[in-house]
């Protein structure tokens, strides 16, 4: 099986998330540099905006970078001809099946990634010519599934025959190497870098995933069909008492609009949408993105020699 650098084109098989309104030119740019896939994520922008961060990325970088594309956006054609015109590397896609997208894409020289939450959607994306995909645990920040990372990642590595990603509760070595051992070719990492020197969030918003514990994040929206896992704060209390109260979908959804934007623009960090991983309580710093990659494959390696050292020995594993 081809593994993930050969299709991406990076130096370590490590994917950054792709955070809506957060993953720009300066995040991507600065993971690309550092031998990881940077995403630009196209989530509620404007073909014109992505097409401008595109231009950008490639005055930063002159390694491979991708862009992410939500398949429930109004604008996902535009979307899909801007990647198409502009020929990126790499396209992952989010929020459905991206089967009728993938023979333009590819005949246009784009590795296609979906992130799935399932094994059936997992194998609906491989027989439609899918290069990997990403397999994201409940444990992730932003939009989730159900099934956790740890019984997802074998489960699709048995089901498909294309590479699988691991994504969701994963944030340095350990977490890296835990993928492989499981199947997975490569990981996405989505909340580590929300810390990472070159990420554009405002500081409250890394200040607070630098302070949050285990137990400080929530799923809300479980009620409307759409979870999202945030840092606790006074907007997630709103939300999860009207879902406690049956309340319809119209008016969970009007309490959370623009709050995304409050959280990473305005530094709100008591009614904004903090979006994060349930690994925040494992981030514990700022760090340049290249620093943050080098040291997770760092720890991985080490874990590696450590067990294989224990091998030797005679102990038991």
């Keep these: 099986m081809i593994n993930i650098c050969e299709i991406t084109g990076t130096e370590y098989p490590i994917i950054q998330g792709a955070m809506a309104r957060i993953a720009d030119c300066h ?3 600065a993971v690309s540099n550092g031998g990881g896939l940077g995403i630009i994520a196209a989530g509620g922008r404007s073909a014109d905006w992505l097409r401008e961060e595109i231009v950008k990325t490639r005055e930063m970088t002159e390694k491979p970078f991708g862009v992410n594309i939500m398949l429930l956006a109004d604008n996902v054609d535009e979307l899909i ?6 020929k990126v590397s790499v396209v992952t896609t989010g929020a459905g099946n991206p089967g009728k997208y993938i023979p333009r894409l590819k005949e246009n020289g784009i590795k296609v990634i979906p992130v799935v939450a399932s094994v059936a959607l997992a194998k609906r994306v491989a027989r439609a010519g899918a290069d990997a995909v990403i397999a994201e645990g409940t444990e992730a920040g932003g939009h989730i599934g159900e099934t956790a990372t740890m019984a997802m990642i074998p489960q699709m590595a048995d089901a498909v025959d294309i590479p699988v990603i691991a994504a969701g509760g994963i944030a340095d070595g350990r977490g890296v190497a835990a993928s492989y051992m499981l199947g997975a070719k490569g990981v996405q990492i989505g909340t580590r870098f929300l810390v990472a020197e070159e990420c554009t969030v405002a500081q409250s918003y890394k200040d607070l995933v630098i302070k949050a514990k285990d137990t400080d994040t929530v799923a809300t929206g479980r009620s409307t069909g759409h979870p999202v ?11 999860l008492a009207l879902e406690k109260q049956n309340a319809d979908e119209e008016e969970i959804n009007a309490l959370c609009i623009g709050k995304l934007a409050a959280a990473v623009e305005d530094g709100d960090m008591e009614y904004g949408s903090v979006m994060s991983g349930q690994v925040a309580g494992l981030v514990k710093k700022q760090q340049p993105a290249a620093e943050i990659i080098r040291e997770m494959f760092a720890e991985m390696e080490e874990i590696y020699e450590d067990r294989n050292s224990i091998c030797r020995s005679g102990r038991t594993v």
């Design 81 to 86: 001809d801007v990647v198409c015109e502009e």
């Design 27 to 29: 995040l991507a740019a």
């Design 229 to 239: 896992r945030v840092i606790k704060n006074k907007l997630t209390r709103q939300v």
